[in-house]
């Protein structure tokens, strides 16, 4: 069982999965990618840090 912690983690990760194949794609900007990244982290209240 997911504790709340790992759960916001989780949902963090799969944000930036999507983000990344985003910018891969080229239909987001390197500054779109790093901004929504960083907002997404705030909102889901994961605290992993990931390097790109």
Known sequence: ???EHQNKNANYLRILMTLRALLQRGDITEKE??????YYQ???GADIVLTD
Do not use: F, G, V
């Open 33 to 38: 990618y790093r901004k929504a990244k960083k």
């Open 42 to 44: 705030n909102l889901t």
């Open 1 to 3: 069982m997911l504790s």
